[in-house]
């Protein structure tokens, strides 16, 4: 059990995050209006970014439920912002990767980020990014010192060269199972937008 | 119509132990009771009370904490036996739970969601400076309908988990801090904290969460363990108005 009141409040996040409440089924640009897309209600977004490429939203907390939106990664970059004191390199997108390879890139940057080695991925199959095809991915992995394990599902494509990722993950007690239904359907009509992309 | 949020600031206030921040009382208690909960006026509820979950131990000179076995068992016992008492005389049934005839798996892993959720509720809620807008006016956190197969036997309406975590100065590091005093240095003392939350035994929704960051009371011993418990059951529901108030 490792607990202490700087961890309880959150003192110790170096990154300080403003939330902003979503309206329920009204659609929101996320990530750079690179991708549209319409939440159910209770939903929160973060002002801190996982990456330059990304967007946090949670409904009870980071620790209860996290959706990340990554938008328009290009070539030779990254999910996540480098991990301070991390001694890897996070692995880089290829704009020619396979769908496999996309699902390694997530789950070695995840390991990295986790600091874990237990990360396991289930079923791999094709899934719809909005219009686009992809790729669906399960996985699930036991976060150190917390005692559960969380669960996670991720649908990515590539558009136009440019990786485009939806990710969700909550402990496999109650959180996931509540609301992966509805996740999966606003992964199914989000738009993803890469004239937005053009732009940059 | 008003929303029936409960949210509670003890009055109870510290000065922090930095000069820095010694200007500003820091609210170190707090509660919430989930929106429109009241305990059923007709019968007395059953409360099952978990094992508290106890770390106790020892500050050495140079910080680092220790683990004491021997405080563990004796918080664990004067801690229970403190919730039982106090159950008794605000008229609420409250028994022990017998972890032998639990499904010892799935309270472990409902025991680790509750501290993540305690810990979001604290941080997203109660204490921390990056509160949740949706959350704002509700107190809807839940464990799930899971903890309904935690021991069914029991037929209890609702589940008490309490957590406990206090570090106790050792007399090495008593006597740095004298130095330290007077050679015109600050220290921080001992950590004594905890929480402790009643949950719907059907659903796994959190009905009530009391919090305490600075806890007072010597909980290794009878007395201070109830003082303890009195101090977390603040704002605990009360059965006879059969409205969810503070006391």
């Known amino acids: 059990m490792a607990i202490s009141i700087l961890a309880l409040v959150g003192a110790s996040v170096p990154a300080f995050a403003e939330w902003k409440a979503l309206i329920a089924d009204q659609s929101v640009n996320v990530a ?80 990295i980020l986790l600091n874990s080695s237990v990360f396991s991925v289930g079923a791999v199959e094709p899934a719809r990014l909005g219009k686009h095809e992809g790729v669906r991915f399960a996985y699930s992995y036991a976060a150190q010192d917390e005692g559960l394990t969380r669960k996670g599902e991720g649908v990515a494509a590539i558009v136009d060269g440019k990786l485009y990722l939806v990710n969700f993950i909550a402990p496999e007690i109650h959180y996931f199972d509540r609301d992966i239904e509805e996740i999966r359907q606003l992964v199914a009509t989000l738009q993803v937008r890469p004239s937005q992309a053009m732009r940059r | 119509m008003a929303r029936r949020l409960s949210i509670g600031l003890a009055l109870a206030t510290v000065l922090a132990a930095s000069p820095i921040l010694a200007q500003a009382p820091v609210a170190t208690e707090k509660y919430a009771v989930r929106e429109g909960f009241a305990f059923t006026p007709e019968t007395p509820p059953r409360i099952l009370v978990f094992r508290p979950e106890v770390k106790v131990g020892e500050q050495t000179t140079a910080g680092i904490f220790q683990n004491n076995a021997e405080w563990h068992a004796a918080v664990t016992r004067e801690l229970s036996a403190a919730l039982v008492a106090t159950g008794g005389k605000r008229g609420i049934e409250m028994v022990l739970h017998d972890d032998r005839a639990a499904n010892s798996q799935l309270l472990t892993e409902h025991r680790a969601l509750f501290r993540l959720v305690v810990g979001t509720i604290i941080r997203h809620k109660l204490f921390g400076k990056d509160p949740l807008p949706s959350k704002v006016d509700s107190f809807d956190w839940s464990l799930g309908s899971g903890v309904a197969k935690i021991a069914p036997a029991a037929k209890a309406d609702y589940g008490l988990f309490l957590l406990s975590h206090d570090s106790f100065e050792s007399a090495g590091r008593r006597a740095a801090k004298l130095v330290a005093a007077l050679m015109g240095n600050g220290d921080i003392a001992g950590t004594h904290f905890g929480y402790a939350a009643l949950i719907d035994m059907k659903n796994g929704d959190i009905v009530w969460l009391g919090v305490d960051l600075k806890a007072g009371g010597d909980v290794r011993t009878a007395e201070g363990a109830t003082q303890r418990v009195e101090q977390l059951l603040n704002g605990f529901p009360v059965r006879a108005s059969g409205k969810a108030v503070a006391p």
């Open chain 1, 32 to 111: 750079g209006k690179l991708i549209f897309a319409t939440p159910k209600a209770g939903w929160n977004r973060s002002s801190a970014r996982p990456s330059d490429h990304g967007e946090r939203w949670t409904r009870d907390g980071l620790a209860l439920n996290e959706l990340t939106f990554f938008a328009a990664i290009p070539d030779g970059g990254t999910l996540y912002h480098t991990p301070y004191g991390a001694t890897q390199k996070l692995p880089k997108f290829r704009s020619n990767m396979l769908a496999t390879e996309i699902v390694e890139l997530f789950e070695n940057s995840n390991r």
